[in-house]
């Protein structure tokens, strides 16, 4: 079954500091993958997808995101965190392609900036 | 250009009654996804409603239902409601015509069953 795995719960980082936030994920095909984000009391913002092409993706924000098919990988990082930034962010991954399907789900990271 | 509406934004309900909730697609999207996120936990995919229809839908129960209307939005209804249901419900739309996922959510329903 297609799974996601945030590794991390909780990252705390002080503002200015470089940030990765690590997502592996299980799936036979090469899958859409995505970054969200979502703030208390907001809905989830998409941040940046792989569907193919360059395994270096630009998000908004100033994100950005790597595949890596060999770690079945697909790390967020960020080179300067800015305090705006603490939020909840979920790695997902769309186990079919095209006709926008269902998304899966990792458990989330909670990041926390400190001044 | 109104993104995703839903409706209400908190409620409380107990064991057993039944809910429904609202959702109002973004301007110019024709289906709607409906999600379950429990605290600490990421979304889980409930269903999805395309041309007033079930398209696809998650690993719930029958008592969860759905509606879609003609004019694109959407009814989410929970029977018999358990406290396990307790969570945030968010709404996502998009335009099916356009394979890229191009999901807008809304900032959700926060169900209590007490």
């Known amino acids: 079954a297609q799974s996601v795995t945030q590794p991390d719960i909780h990252i705390t980082v002080s503002e200015g500091a470089s940030l990765e936030l690590r997502c592996n994920y299980s799936?036979?095909?090469?899958?859409?993958l995505f970054w969200y984000v979502q703030s208390p009391g907001q809905g989830l913002q998409l941040l940046l997808k792989?569907?193919?092409?360059d395994t270096l993706v630009q998000g908004i924000k100033g994100f950005e995101a790597e595949f890596k098919r060999s770690q079945s990988s697909f790390n967020l990082r960020k080179p300067s965190v800015h305090w705006s930034d603490a939020a909840e962010y979920f790695c997902?991954?769309?186990?079919?392609?095209?006709?926008?399907?269902?998304?899966?789900w990792g458990l989330g990271t909670s990041l926390a900036v400190n001044p | 250009d109104a993104g995703v509406t839903q409706s209400p934004t908190h409620l409380i309900k107990t064991r057993g009654q039944q809910v429904t909730l609202r959702c109002s697609p973004k301007?110019?999207?024709?289906?709607v996804s409906w999600y379950q996120q429990a605290l600490g936990q990421g979304p889980q995919f409930i269903f999805q409603?395309?041309?007033?229809?079930?398209?696809q839908r998650g690993n719930f129960p029958d008592r969860f239902s759905g509606h879609q209307f003609p004019n694109y939005s959407s009814e989410l209804n929970v029977n018999a409601l358990l406290l396990g249901d307790s969570a945030l419900y968010l709404c996502?739309?998009?335009?099916?015509?356009?394979?890229?996922?191009?999901?807008?959510f809304g900032s959700g329903t926060r169900l209590t069953v007490v």
């Open positions: 996502a739309s998009s335009l099916l015509g356009r394979s890229n996922y191009g999901y807008t």
């Open positions: 799936y036979g095909a090469t899958p859409y």
């Open positions: 301007s110019g999207h024709d289906t």
């Open positions: 409603y395309y041309e007033e229809e079930e398209r």
């Open positions: 997902a991954v769309a186990p079919y392609a095209g006709n926008n399907r269902k998304l899966i």
């Open positions: 792989y569907f193919s092409g």
